[in-house]
């Protein structure tokens, strides 16, 4: 079924679905959402410890939140006091947790954010949250393609495997 929606699909939407764009939510804030930042590469490197995170393919959407997120901003955003009430909160059926939308600017800077992207990309997005532990957090770290996996090696590998393919190729 992937595949042959993949098939059907223009260039515009399969690109961001092979290589997503990684956008740190705590650095923007505070700054007006003009133009969409092309964002860091998708590297488990490019993640800063207290950051939050949102990385989308065109398809679905992460807000990852790091165990060390400073309280006053998990409760802006989320409305929690702490990392570890993130993860004992209740959630949705499917294990999602919900983004609602709550009076105070970081709310209302991100569901601005997710409405350009959406508009942007004209699709919905469904948004997760990945919290410790979850089905969202391994697909938000399944999304970091810069990295490792366990379904191959990392791009930068990946390149490095081509070019010495190329490089035998010509010297024989």
């Known amino acids: 079924m992937w595949c042959a929606s993949m098939m059907s699909l223009p260039a515009a939407r399969i690109t961001p679905m092979l290589y997503p764009r990684l956008l740190p939510v705590h650095q923007m ?9 092309d964002g860091l590469v998708c590297s488990a490197e490019s993640l800063e410890a207290g950051g939050v995170y949102l990385l989308e393919n065109g398809h679905d959407a992460y807000l990852y939140v790091d165990r060390l997120a400073p309280p006053e901003l998990l409760q802006d955003l ?17 294990g999602l947790f919900p983004l ?25 997005m469904r948004l997760r949250v990945a919290r410790k532990g979850d089905a969202a957090e391994v697909a938000f ?26 490089q035998n190729r010509m010297a024989s």
Do not use: M, W
Not at 29 to 37: I, K, M, R, S
Not at 78 to 94: H, I, M, N, Q
Not at 141 to 162: A, I, M, Q, R
């Open 29 to 37: 804030l505070g700054h007006e959402p003009g133009a969409l930042p």
């Open 100 to 124: 609602i939308p709550l009076d105070n600017p970081t709310s209302a800077f991100v569901q601005d954010l997710l409405t350009k992207l959406r508009i942007h990309r004209s699709s919905f």
């Open 78 to 94: 989320l409305g929690v006091k702490s990392y570890e009430e993130l993860c004992r909160a209740v959630t949705l059926p499917g």
């Open 141 to 166: 770290f399944n999304s970091l393609v810069e990295d490792k996996s366990t379904s191959g090696p990392s791009y930068v590998d990946y390149l490095c495997h081509v070019h010495r393919l190329i």
